[in-house]
């Protein structure tokens, strides 16, 4: 009877590991997903193929997470051009509330997650570090994780998958709209893939838009960096080119919502 | 004797299973064959030995978040009392020199006006006790400034300010266990506040009878991590239950409150 006990245990413990390996090699997210952040960039810098690209690159991501059945949208702004409007970001991405990859809420509305009243900016929303999660339920790596000097440079980092990568493209204004300013925040509206200068021995240019500088903005899903707590308009860029993004710590990545 | 070996099959698969689920977390990018973790409390002294310059230091920190509470939950005997448990810990640091103040607001009482935290902390810049991630070597900074730290317009407010979890660091640069660390987490720090750091003007308490009440009583907390509650205030982002030690316990606190020199 002991004998036939422990079988049993045996069989059923097998039966669970079992289980578990295949919920390990492919985690789930959580149905509410409606958020997330890109697992990996596009990968030419900031040419992102324009938002068409960016959406397309949320879709295809999600889909690979079985959450393609909504409508994914790049949370990024691009700016007017002679004929053509202004895109604001928040404008892109429904009305929320918003969820993350375990089915946490990233903020109720769009006011809570830009903090339109001075209460609710002060307040802030509930993405940090723990639900600023890729469509894989990763975490962000960011300041203090694995902290390297050679984390600065892309050779480093498209290899060093757990190097600082905080930095998300977004092209706004902390209240989610496009940048009015003649200067560069948008990468030419998520189109181009180039620095000013060659970036200097040390990969440290100069940082942020100016005269005919290519020039994203950025924010922080861990809310760390750049003199600020800012989830989407801390600071500028080095540049658009592949390699100089992770010269401030980012590789091209951005936020994705569902608009559904 | 038959049936060890079966016994031992099944401890086999349940050891499995257990370290099947610790590998299954989710978790991430950073669990890719990472190298040795730096952990999450890297100490200043054994970073920057190659970057010259000024090394951090006590005496170039002018904010910090009490290593330790006094103890008696709510009770720190009055701002008095808070005041002196700041200037007691920085000198133990060799920080004594500046004057300290806790950032604590107290309500009105009769022939009493309300005080406010902001209004008992200088006018900055604020530096912590850790060696700052960008620029030249030294202490990194808190914020710039009283508008900056409590977000005192719309784009302020939006954007933050320099106090994150890595930065609310206490007078020995240890960093507060917050959400998602070993325990005991001690993230809620006690203020008083509201988000815009002067006092509560309604009749309930928010600051456990003007911080004397170990017993019964509230007191309004902010989050050195910037996680809780659903928002990312390090000031004002819930209430505690009680003003007892187990109280604030009960919820992730220790009593612990920040600390800025006026000088």
Known sequence: MATKKSLVAAVAALTLFGGYVAVAQMPTPDPKMNFFVTSVPIGDGGNLGGLAGADAHCQSLATAVGAGKRTWHAYLSTQARPGKPAVNARDRIGKGPWYNF??????????????????????????????????????????????????????????????????????????GTAFTDENDHTC???????DAAPQPAGGRGAIGPGPGRPNAQIGFPDRNGGGNGSWNSSHGTRGCSQESLPGTHGVGMFYCFAIN | MMT???????IVCVSLLASCLVLARPGGLAQQAPPAAQGAQPAPAGRGGGRGGAEPSPSGMSFFVTSVGLGKGGDLGGLAGADAHCQ????????GNRTWHAYLSTQA????????????????PWYNYSFA????????????????????????????????????????????????????????????????????????????????????????????????????????????????????????????FYCFAIN
Not at chain 1, 104 to 122: F, K, N, Q, S, W
Not at chain 1, 147 to 173: C, I, V
Not at chain 2, 4 to 10: N, S, T
């Open chain 2, 88 to 95: 007691a810990l920085a000198a133990a640091v060799g920080a």
């Open chain 1, 188 to 194: 030419d509206n998520w189109t181009s893939n180039k």
């Open chain 1, 102 to 175: 375990k089915g946490e809420v990233i903020a109720p509305d769009l006011a809570h997650l830009h903090g339109d009243t001075m209460e609710l900016a002060r307040l802030g929303n509930n993405l940090n570090k723990l639900t600023g999660l890729t469509e894989k339920g990763e975490t962000v790596p960011g300041l203090y994780d694995y902290s390297d000097a050679r984390d600065n440079f892309w050779w480093y980092a498209k290899t060093t998958p757990y190097s600082n990568r905080h930095e998300m493209l977004t092209g706004s204004q902390p209240d």
């Open chain 2, 109 to 124: 009482r009769p022939g009493q006006p309300a005080v406010n935290a902001r209004d008992r902390i200088g006018t900055g």
């Open chain 2, 133 to 256: 991630q960008l620029g030249q070597p030294q202490n990194a900074i808190i914020s710039q400034n009283l508008a900056e730290l409590h977000g005192d317009t719309l784009v302020q407010a939006q954007r933050g300010s320099n106090m994150y979890k890595q930065n609310a660091r206490t007078e020995k640069a240890e960093v507060i266990h917050g959400i998602g660390d070993m325990p005991p987490i001690e993230h809620e720090i006690l203020t008083g506040s509201q988000t815009d750091g002067r006092a509560f003007t309604d009749s309930a308490d928010h600051t456990c009878n003007n911080w004397t009440s170990s017993g019964p009583g509230s007191a309004q907390v902010g989050h050195s991590d910037r996680i809780g509650n659903a928002n990312h205030s390090w000031n004002s982002s819930n209430a505690t239950t009680g003003c007892s030690q187990a109280a604030l316990e009960s919820t992730g606190g220790a009593g612990l």
């Open chain 2, 4 to 10: 060890k070996p079966h016994a031992r099959i099944a």
